[in-house]
């Protein structure tokens, strides 16, 4: 059952102005201040990805002396290999049939060169190799990344490129007609 509060204006405007203080106590505060107003004179395009990440995470532990442009390292060299891991392979297999190697991106390795749909079967066998990839420091400049530090992005960051994967298809099928 619903119950209908009835408020006079003065009560409206305080309640209003309780909520903008409690949402206003964020650990980043200023940081998104200043990136609202980027994003209001320059356009959201014009933001970088550490500026992205904050925005996306605002009680982080981040300061401007540094750790900030480490996460953003780490979150650079995470999408590096996910756009890797997308890329289509040219594989390469004896007279059996049987894979031998392949040349371009790991999507052959991991999913069958398919784009995947959000499935949880796919992404479990993105994250394995995933895994594998960032142990093996295929990735020069992406040497010592842990996986753990940016964990909480990997999801939200497969579910990006395959929406990127399907835009790119759907203008290059325009392109075509």
């Known amino acids: 059952m619903r119950k209908i509060l009835k408020l006079t204006e003065s009560e409206l405007v305080s309640l209003v102005n309780k909520m903008i203080t409690e949402a206003k106590r964020l650990k980043n505060q200023d940081m998104i201040d200043d990136i609202l107003d980027k994003i209001s004179s320059q356009g959201i395009d014009s933001l970088d990805d550490t500026e992205r990440y904050i925005l996306d995470n605002p009680d982080d532990d981040l300061d401007k002396t540094g750790d ?45 060169n398919e ?18 990839l960032v142990n093996s420091e295929a990735f020069v400049e992406c040497e010592g990344m842990d996986l753990n530090d940016v964990d909480a992005h990997v999801y939200e960051f497969f579910l990006d490129e395959i929406e990127r994967q399907k835009h790119f298809r759907d203008d290059f099928d325009e392109l075509l007609q």
């Open 68 to 112: 900030s442009d480490f996460m953003s390292h780490e979150l650079d060299c995470l999408k590096s290999y996910i756009e890797f891991m997308f890329e289509p392979s040219d594989v390469e297999t004896d007279e059996d049939g049987n894979y031998v190697n392949h040349e371009g991106g790991d999507l052959y390795v991991w999913n069958n």
């Open 115 to 132: 784009t995947p749909e959000d499935t949880d079967d796919c992404f479990d066998r993105f994250v394995g190799y995933l895994g594998e």
